[in-house]
């Protein structure tokens, strides 16, 4: 106790000296929140007209990486064509049928009917399986590294497989 | 705990250190190696910055993201469903968990990627009205059409 309150009277004349900060605050029954604080950082940052630090170009990418930000991908892709298919849904006269007649009156060739089937099936695929992924890094496994590296290859091979198959023997 | 703070206040000399009254927030103290000899009222004092949070948070943000997973699970079990008995009742259910799933999924990206309580606001408002659009779209699309499992059944039997 005397040990602590001795460093806290010497702390008085450190305390000016920014780089004793984190050592010697003292607690006091007070704080602002994560929100705040993040605010504050911002708000600063741009006031002054920092500029950023490079990240994305020049931190080595992993697949782990790459992956999480193909599953962020995918989710933006696949619910920016939901909201596109329900706003047509609500703006186009006709109906569904009518649409896709329309678009089977194209007479594209087999494989390009494959390519693009295999296109939207991708997406909901890999984005599905690193879902449970996901859940299961929820329930705290698999965080070791070569499990998130076994995991993530299991998951990219999965999703080409059930596409294929989807997209060509559905 | 205050007698300390409250002691070491009188003992600061000067009056350069009350400009800094801001920094006088709790945080949980980052110990350097030689006090480790007094763990207990180091722990003590980070009990005790914890003590005083303690029941004054809500529960919102857990919960928040207990439903993430609650709807992701569900929206998991409505492929077979939709897959291997496709009706109206399954139709309106993925209508509704794919837009709250997808709701909730930009909203984390948002959450993310924008800074600033203004911009937050507006980028929240946005998405919000984006999602109702969704829903409605996707209910008449059940509702006056063909219905989202007749449609993939359709679309994929080309």
């Not at chain 1, 089977?104 to 087999?110: D, T, Y």
């Not at chain 1, 939207?120 to 590296?149: C, M, Q």
């Not at chain 2, 948002?110 to 109702?132: M, Q």
Request: proline share 5%; with cysteine.
């Amino acid at each position: 106790m005397a040990l602590l309150l001795r460093t806290f009277a010497r702390q008085g004349v450190c305390l000016s000296r920014q780089h004793y900060g984190v050592f010697y605050r003292h607690a006091a029954p007070m704080g602002t929140t994560a929100k705040e604080e993040m605010n504050k950082f911002w708000a600063k940052n741009n006031k002054l007209n920092r500029p950023m630090s490079p990240h994305l170009t020049i931190y080595n990418w992993s697949v782990p990486m790459m992956m999480s930000i193909t599953f962020r991908g995918t989710g933006v892709g696949l619910s920016g064509a939901i909201s596109a298919f329900a706003l047509a849904a609500l703006v186009l006269p006709g109906t569904y049928p009518h649409y896709l007649d329309l678009i089977h009156s194209l007479s594209v060739g087999p494989y390009l009917i494959g390519l693009a089937k295999f296109g939207l099936a991708f997406p909901v695929s890999f984005h599905t399986l690193n879902g449970i992924r996901h859940l299961w890094w929820d329930l705290g496994k698999g965080f070791r590294l070569p499990e998130v590296y076994r995991t993530g290859y299991t998951v990219i091979g999965l999703s080409i497989i059930t596409s294929l198959a989807v997209a060509f023997l559905l | 705990m205050a007698a300390i703070v409250r002691l070491s206040s009188v003992c600061r000399r000067g009056v350069k250190p009350l400009f800094y009254q801001g920094t006088l927030l709790a945080r949980p103290l980052v110990v350097p190696h030689n006090y480790q000899e007094q763990p207990h009222q180091l722990t003590a004092r980070i009990h005790a910055s914890q003590a005083l949070n303690a029941g004054s948070g809500s529960k919102a943000a857990s919960l928040h993201w207990t439903g993430e997973r609650v709807v992701s699970i569900l929206l998991l079990a409505l492929g077979p469903a939709a897959y291997f008995s496709p009706c109206p009742a399954v139709d309106y259910s993925l209508a509704a968990a794919l837009t709250l799933h997808g709701h909730w999924g930009i909203g984390q990206i948002l959450t993310d990627y924008v800074h600033g309580d203004a911009k937050i606001k507006i980028a929240n408002a946005g998405l919000f009205l984006l999602s109702t659009v969704t829903f409605a779209g996707l209910c008449y699309f059940n509702y006056n059409d063909v219905g989202l499992c007749k449609a993939i059944a359709l679309l994929w039997s080309k």
